[in-house]
């Protein structure tokens, strides 16, 4: 898939390490706040819970995009950040990223967007290259950090990869059922892999990756004791002077 030069803002810039060489310390920063959210009885983690692990591993500032894109920054550079829930993360091959709604209806005028499933699917990244527009004169550049996680197993995968725009041309569009749902899918014409999905009902919008070879694997050995919460709040001194009624 061919990948355009995307252009940033001007002046220096240092990136943070190479993309996609994610340094040991940022996995112990994430390891240690996953060790406190499983010891405080957590079940598992939401997204906008991975974004806030992210941004103190990384020292950045945690932005909470509602378009899914620049959800940490720190020091120039924007993550957009994801997980995924997987039985084994370490055999994970190919991951789903939900990125946001695209809604073709609004952005142009496009009601029936089974009409023409070609012009849907430009439209659809049409909404996608714009946002990358955007950000890209706000930030130097844009990456995308990728959680895969069980919280049971303890098992996780962390990769990074650079956000891109999408050549329009370089994909073919077709409606395909899927269980209940009819979606609108993106393949690459060269290769025929299957690389977007959207939903006509929500207009969400999924970008497919695979996972790369330099993805960091790592698994927390311990098994975690759980505070009790009576514990907690004895530490805090609790006191039910603390609530207050009207």
């Known amino acids: ?26 996995l112990y920063g994430i390891g240690r706040q996953l060790v406190h959210i499983i010891a405080i009885g957590r079940a598992d983690i939401t997204g906008d819970d991975w974004g806030g692990i992210f941004a103190e591993a990384v020292d950045g500032t945690h932005l909470g995009s509602n378009v899914g894109i620049d959800d940490v920054v720190a020091n120039g550079t924007a993550w957009s ?14 991951v789903r ?4 709604r695209n809604s073709i209806d609004f952005s142009y005028g496009i009601s029936d967007p ?38 049971i197993s ?34 690459d ?22 996972v790369p070879g330099s993805a960091r694997k790592f698994r927390i050995e311990k098994q975690i004791p759980l505070i009790p919460k009576t514990e907690v709040l004895d530490q805090i001194e609790f006191s039910n002077s603390w609530i207050t009624f009207r």
């Not at 950040?81 to 190919?94: A, E, G, Q, Y």
């Not at 849907?120 to 950000?135: A, Y």
Request: aromatic letters at 10%; hydrophobic letters at 30%.
């Open 189 to 210: 014409k060269s290769s025929e892999e299957h690389c977007f999905t959207w939903q006509p009902s929500g207009a969400q919008f999924s970008i497919f990756r695979s």
């Open 97 to 100: 990223l939900v990125t946001g």
């Open 114 to 151: 089974r009409r023409d499933p070609q012009v849907s699917g430009k439209g659809v990244l049409g909404i996608w290259n714009e946002r990358m527009n955007s950000l890209l004169d706000k930030h130097n550049e844009i990456r995308v950090a990728v959680l895969v996680r069980n919280m």
């Open 81 to 94: 950040v994801k997980t995924v829930k997987k039985d084994n993360p370490w055999r994970s091959r190919r």
């Open 154 to 187: 303890q098992e996780f995968v962390l990769f990074e990869y650079q956000a891109m725009q999408f050549p329009i041309g370089d994909y073919r569009w077709e409606f395909r059922k899927h269980g209940k749902s009819n979606n609108l899918r993106g393949y």
């Open 1 to 26: 898939m061919k990948k355009p030069q995307l252009r940033g803002r001007s002046g220096s810039h240092h990136e943070p390490w190479p993309i996609g060489e994610i340094p040991d310390s940022v």
